[in-house]
């Protein structure tokens, strides 16, 4: 029986501007975006999050590879700013902290870091069994944490990743690609957070 395992490819989208609004990528994060190269051998469908960093990413590498994109809310991040307006920015990080170190934590969107990783799990899965080769997901480092956390064991993890759990907003950098092979609902992870496309 042929191998019906279909990559998936999780990229955390381009360096973005400091601005706490809807923010777009920087001049390096659309450098960052044209580095990542893929053919339709590889990928027939990109997904990304409705956020304009995200979007402004998926349309450098739709463009690149010549698949159209789609827009998908299920992806996005675990808590964006503009979901608690009445926060300063370091009330927003220290929500955000707490929702890491205890991923039960409902935040005041409803979500948790347990149900964010959830919610990419079950897209991941539902995109890999319509594609014919492969799909990009372009969306967060906060989401993309989230499922590898919950899908994975810590060992598991760090065999591919050391230090992922004392590292991860930056092990999960921008433009980096995450690969997860899929079957049903088998999961492989092969790498996580790779920037070699980078240098």
């Known amino acids: 029986m042929m191998n019906q395992y279909k990559s998936v490819y999780l990229i955390r989208h381009g360096e973005n501007e400091i601005n706490l609004n809807d923010p777009g990528l920087t001049d390096y994060g659309k450098i960052q ?4 190269t893929f053919t339709k051998h590889q990928v027939d469908g990109i997904v990304t999050s409705p956020t304009k960093r995200t979007l402004e990413t998926a349309q450098v590498i739709s463009k690149s590879i ?21 926060l300063n920015y370091p009330q927003f990080r220290k929500l955000c902290a707490a929702s890491t170190n205890d991923r039960d934590y409902v935040l ?12 990419l799990e079950y897209f991941m899965t539902y995109v890999a069994n319509i594609v014919s080769n ?18 994975f064991s810590d060992v598991e993890i760090e065999r591919i990743c050391p230090l992922f759990n004392e590292t991860r907003e930056d092990t999960i ?15 492989q992870l092969r790498y996580i957070g790779c920037t070699s496309h980078l240098s």
């Open 108 to 119: 005041p969107n409803g979500q948790s870091s347990y149900t964010s990783g959830l919610r």
């Open 33 to 36: 975006a044209n580095k990542i």
């Open 173 to 187: 950098a921008n433009c980096s690609i995450t690969q997860v092979d899929i079957f049903g609902k088998d999961h």
């Open 66 to 86: 010549g698949v159209p994109y789609q827009i998908e809310n299920l992806i996005n991040e675990r808590l964006d700013f503009l979901d608690v307006p009445q």
């Open 134 to 151: 492969g799909a990009i997901i372009v969306t967060h480092q906060g989401i993309i944490s989230d499922y590898l956390r919950n899908k």
